[in-house]
């Protein structure tokens, strides 16, 4: 599965950390990813950090980002993130159990306490994956904030001279 690279991350890791800016970085990518059918490594995202926040605090704002962007019952964003094998990570799983109990019951095996082995989360991220993409394809393209300066013109209707 291709991963999201942007560049200049590490570089500014620090700076995203302290103003802020993490979360719309880490909203874009996520963004991203659905619109190009990828997904975010885990690494990348720790990685507009820098050594700021603890991991705790990381996640919280991934949640936050992940409802943000989409009802997770409708589309969890958090399944775009990958560890190394390509699978999201325990806080993907326990919403999915939530929003998606008879599906999770079905690939487990019937029983929601049982732990799912890795072909049976990536079969669930994929399932959710694709979710994701439908949610980011049917979506309008974000339009940056622009404020608009509208100048006064003088308005002319068609049986109106051209001169005054």
């Known amino acids: 599965m291709p ?3 942007r560049t200049g991350v590490e570089h500014n890791a ?9 979360v719309v970085r880490i909203r874009e990518a ?3 990813a659905a619109r190009a059918q990828q997904v975010v490594s885990y690494r990348d995202f720790h ?3 820098g050594g700021a926040g603890t991991l705790r605090k990381r996640f919280e704002l991934l949640d936050r980002i992940v ?11 958090g399944s775009l993130m990958a560890n190394s094998q390509g699978l999201p990570g325990p806080e993907f799983l326990r919403r999915y159990r939530v929003f998606h109990a008879d599906e999770y019951e ?10 799912p082995r890795s072909a ?11 979710r994701v993409y439908l949610h980011a394809r049917n979506q309008r393209p974000a339009l940056p904030e622009v404020p608009v300066w509208t100048p006064t013109l003088a308005v002319r209707r068609p049986e109106s001279p051209t001169k005054p």
């Open 120 to 130: 049976q989360r990536l079969r669930m991220a994929l399932i959710e994956r694709r």
């Open 67 to 77: 409802h943000e962007l989409a009802d997770p019952a409708d589309a969890d964003y």
């Open 106 to 115: 079905t690939i487990v095996g019937g029983n929601a306490f049982t732990r």
């Open 3 to 5: 991963m999201v690279k």
């Open 47 to 49: 990685a507009f950090f």
């Open 30 to 32: 996520l963004i991203f």
């Open 14 to 22: 620090g700076a995203l950390a302290v103003d802020g800016s993490a």
